[in-house]
């Protein structure tokens, strides 16, 4: 389920605020992109309603929420959200054809194994995974939203173009964690070109 | 901002070799304008200490003279050409230049070209070679391709094919100098780590003594694709969107898993539809197919034992922390570049929330544990 972000409560502006930060020191977005974004989304499991989230923390994860917690002993498999939102990403940015997915690689350092079978750059002495979005799938996007996770998550959709000036123009979309990292925040562009 | 750049994949100084699509273009008179066709950006052309340095960044030198292509692999092309060269991990599938056809590489089970055609699907080139690489039966068109036996470089004037690691000589069937990772077959000591030796079972398959002998001597069933350790091969088909096609099966490491690889793949098949390749499956010298890295429902596949992380200066092999914190705070997490696992300690965490830890597995998957094998605090 897709909900409008409650971007008046400070909790989360602070969270998104300290996102943005995070994502123009290593390049990926400028600083003046601000103002460039009109909407704010966030995605939810079912039993949560829209009309609550002022009420929960940004770094609450869902199944505390929507209190589904397993505290049974061993392992428990979380509560996420991004098959949705990869299909979000996927149908919505997938129309066109010039759209690019890039996502901070998650604790992955330049050199490390786990990134040699994966499609990414190296930007800024850093990784990042690329996904073209209409030549992908909803599951590989699931599944480089997924493996992008670290402390954080921070990704943008550019277009193509676009590419030679990562962290000068601003993106189409900047995206980064929600609901510890249970689910994404999504900012669209105010000149969103697809006409979002 | 704007900062270096460099390509992810195999060939390039200081980039881990790719598994994914790799596709290499370099344009004399326009830098790249789509990063999955071409990941080099804007920052590597202008770069003097780049091998993809293109002078002024307009594809002119100094002196506005039009510079040919800088690709240290295909260097020589006029301006205004496009190199290309696709891989699917080490294995080229697609050669050509933009101001002729693109020819597409029609590898048999070891990723020997045997049968390369035209952007129309015409023949151009029919390759057929003996069982350890000697070459048979080469005809079709004047201008030979480069890449033969197992998808290696044949050195013309040698007559070796390079591997990476060593050189080969088809028509002898050795390598030209021993094994270099002969000290690798040795075991450790660690029962679990011995257990993934090196060429099928390190010092412990005889085979592995023989530093010269290609692939076991088994070049049909075996090949050793960098020219360090030999590996098991078997032919596979596959139904993919351009087409139901013949696979192949190219094993950067038996016993390795790789379940992105195929995703990745599937993406690529899209991208070049119409366009028939090869794509690798990993199996174990059983015949298992590796290459499922998923899950069940209920628990994760091997996650690591909490109890060995609590002394960070004694962590399991292989793991390290990453964060902005100390070694075990919530700042960060214990992570096995590896495999991309990561462990994250959560039991300070703020009133309100359940104090746990939080594994991520090599598919990004998440698991918490609340209190089971580990000292609560």
Not at chain 1, 128 to 157: A, M, P, T
Not at chain 2, 160 to 183: C, F, H, K, M, N
Not at chain 2, 275 to 291: P, Q
């Amino acid at each position: 389920m897709i909900c409008k972000l409650p971007l008046s409560n400070t909790k989360w502006l602070d969270h998104l605020n300290n996102r943005k930060y995070d994502a123009c020191s290593i390049g990926l977005i400028p600083e003046n992109s601000k103002s460039f974004f009109q909407s704010g989304l966030t995605f939810v499991s079912e039993n949560v309603r829209c009309s609550n989230l002022g009420h929960y923390l940004p770094d609450q994860s869902l199944a505390s929420i929507d209190n589904t917690i397993n505290s049974s002993t061993g392992w428990v498999k979380r509560t996420d959200v991004f098959k949705e939102v990869a299909s979000y990403i996927y149908k919505t940015y997938g129309i066109a054809k010039d759209l690019t997915l890039i996502l901070e690689a998650g604790y992955s350092d330049v050199g490390d194994k786990f990134l040699a079978d994966k499609d990414y750059i190296i930007y800024n002495g850093r990784p990042f995974f690329v996904q073209k979005i209409d030549n992908s799938s909803s599951e590989l996007i699931e599944k480089y939203l997924r493996i992008s996770r670290s402390r954080r998550l921070l990704g943008v959709v550019i277009n193509d173009k676009g590419i030679h000036d990562l962290g000068t123009s601003v993106p189409l979309a900047f995206f980064c964690d929600s609901f510890d990292l249970d689910s994404i925040m999504i900012l669209e562009r105010r000149d969103h070109p697809l006409g979002i | 901002m704007h900062g270096s750049t460099s390509v992810a994949g195999g060939r390039t100084p200081g980039a881990t070799p790719g598994q994914g699509i790799e596709h290499r273009s370099d344009r004399a008179n326009e830098v790249a304008q789509n990063v999955y066709k071409n990941k080099h950006l804007q920052g590597e052309f202008s770069d003097p200490d780049s091998p993809y340095y293109q002078g002024d960044g307009t594809g002119t030198d100094e002196n506005g003279q039009p510079i040919g292509n800088c690709n240290e692999i295909n260097a020589g092309c006029t301006a205004g050409q496009e190199e290309i060269e696709d891989y699917i991990g080490d294995e080229i599938i697609v050669i050509g230049s933009s101001s002729e056809s693109l020819y597409y590489y029609h590898p048999d089970h070891l990723g020997s070209a045997s049968v390369i055609t035209d952007g129309s699907g015409n023949l151009r080139e029919h390759i057929e070679y003996f069982a350890f690489g000697e070459t048979w039966v080469q005809e079709g068109a004047s201008k030979k391709t480069p890449n033969m036996y197992t998808g290696k470089e044949l050195d013309q004037e040698t007559g070796l094919y390079y591997y990476g690691a060593r050189y080969y000589d088809p028509r002898t069937s050795v390598w030209q100098s021993v094994d270099p990772i002969l000290e690798k077959y040795m075991p450790s000591g660690d029962p679990e780590k011995d257990k993934n030796l090196p060429g099928m079972g390190g010092v412990f398959n005889s085979a592995n003594l023989a530093g010269y002998t290609q692939s076991h001597n088994n070049p049909v069933k075996y090949s050793d694709p960098d020219g360090n350790a030999a590996q098991y091969v078997v032919a596979v088909e596959l139904g993919v969107e351009a087409g139901a096609i013949a696979g192949t099966a190219v094993l950067p490491g038996v016993g390795t898993i790789v379940g992105g690889v195929l995703g990745g793949l599937t993406a690529g098949t899209i991208a070049y539809a119409g366009t028939d390749y090869l794509i690798g499956i990993l199996f174990n010298e059983s015949g298992e197919d590796t290459s499922d890295s998923d899950t069940d429902n209920n628990q994760p596949k091997d996650p690591p034992d909490i109890k060995d992380f609590e002394d960070p200066k004694d962590l399991p092999e292989g793991w390290m922390w990453k964060g902005k914190g100390e070694p075990g705070s919530r700042e960060g997490a214990y992570n096995n570049p590896d495999t991309g696992e990561s462990l994250h300690d959560d039991r300070s965490h703020p009133p309100g929330k359940d104090p746990h830890v939080t594994y991520t597995d090599k598919d990004g998957v998440r698991w918490d544990n609340y209190g089971d094998g580990w000292n609560e605090q």
